[in-house]
């Protein structure tokens, strides 16, 4: 399914992961709504690769990466992480899988306990996990400190006496003390300047190379994740509609919000064919509480046809490890459409 040639099997397998938020309706009586924040995601990271997941704000990419990682509950599905399914585990052997999954999180500050001083803010997770004695707690912290490329004499600061960036790396090695299998980066530039944004990126490129790490990369930006990431899966209110390796899916999308997204960014990919389709979206995608049958992207999509509106489109094979999820997939647009009414 994964479009990269695999150095092994998996380290992350994604089934039909499925997740459900009850949230309040209007009025006193009224039952709880169901919002379907995932809705059947599945997808692979082979070791040492970077998946990506984009999509706009409320697409569900937060909430999976955080049912894969059993931070939240899911509702339906399989993970399994090196052939271990999590999804089941509980009580010791779930702490036990703790360390193998770790974040790093858009927003460095928010996330780090401002209370404790730099070298206790990444040695808390080995404290926590159990993973070493107290002296190889205190190296393994000084290692991190140099291979994320911060001071030994920063060790005793507070995190709010760190720039953004510097705060962004301490998260970093405290993301990487566990020594974990798959790294979730959630949005983890979106609150930096351009210039350190480039030097965060090349920061988890330098560690993934001397690691073997493998990411699940998440962010809105496709400039972004076109630096980052071996494959691409798109998301749309909390389905992936398209997958495909990085080249493939900026060179050659098929489903028509990709091609949407892609021909927002005009400079994403100068290897594009200039005169690819340039297609703009108005509107905002349908409420996630009770959506809709059929293809959710019905409408907005300039190219929606009846049965689009009542029958849902599975994610498919178009051509090997290139996986979309459309009626008319690869069918031309007419170029500067708008959405039917
Ligand atoms: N704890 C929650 N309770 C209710 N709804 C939530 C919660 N977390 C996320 N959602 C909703 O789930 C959907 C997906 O959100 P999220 O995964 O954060 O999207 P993304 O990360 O792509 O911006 C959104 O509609 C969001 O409002
Ligand atoms: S299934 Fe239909 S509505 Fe959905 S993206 Fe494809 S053509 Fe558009
Ligand atoms: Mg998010």
Redesign the pocket.
């Known amino acids: 399914m994964n479009a990269t040639p695999a150095a092994g099997p998996p380290v992350l397998e994604v089934r039909d992961l499925e997740v459900r938020?009850s949230?309040k309706r209007e009025g006193l009586l009224a039952k709880p709504a169901q919002?379907y924040?995932?809705d059947g995601v599945s997808f692979d990271i082979a070791p040492g690769r970077t998946l990506g997941l984009v999509?706009?704000?409320?697409?569900?990419?937060?909430?999976?990466a955080l049912a894969a990682a059993r931070l939240?509950p899911a509702r339906g599905g399989r993970v399994e992480l090196d052939g271990i399914e999590l999804l089941s585990l509980e009580g010791e052997s779930l702490r036990q899988q703790r360390r193998n999954v770790q974040f790093i999180f858009q927003d460095p500050y928010s996330s780090l306990n401002p209370r404790l001083r730099a070298r206790d803010v990444v040695r808390e997770p080995l404290d926590r996990l159990g993973i070493g004695s107290p002296a190889e707690r205190a190296s393994r912290v000084s290692e991190l400190f140099r291979d994320v490329g911060l001071r030994p004499e920063q060790e005793r600061l507070f995190p709010h006496q760190f720039s953004g960036g510097q705060r962004q790396r301490l998260g970093i090695a405290r993301a990487l003390a566990s020594r974990p299998k798959l790294v979730i980066c959630?949005e983890p530039v979106s609150a930096l300047d351009v210039a350190v944004q480039a030097q965060i990126l090349n920061l988890l490129r330098r560690l993934q190379r001397e690691h073997g790490l493998t990411y699940l990369f998440?962010s809105?930006d496709l400039g972004v994740i076109q630096h980052m990431c071996n494959e691409v899966a798109v998301?749309y209110t909390?389905r992936i509609v398209e997958q495909a390796s990085r080249v493939r899916l900026f060179t050659r999308p098929l489903h028509p919000y990709t091609k949407a997204l892609l021909s927002s960014v005009p400079s994403a990919d100068p290897s594009r064919d200039s005169r690819a389709e340039r297609i703009l979206i108005t509107g905002d995608p349908p409420s996630?509480i009770d959506p809709p049958a059929g293809c959710r992207f019905a409408s907005r999509c300039p190219i929606a046809v009846e049965r689009c509106r009542s029958e849902t489109p599975l994610l498919a094979d178009h051509e090997p490890g290139h996986r979309v999820a459309c009626h008319r997939a690869g069918d031309p647009i007419a170029v500067a459409t708008s959405p039917p009414h």
């Not at 999509?55 to 999976?64: R, V, Y």
């Open positions: 938020f949230v919002l924040a995932v999509g706009e704000s409320g697409s569900g990419k937060s909430t999976t939240i959630d998440i809105h998301m909390g996630p």
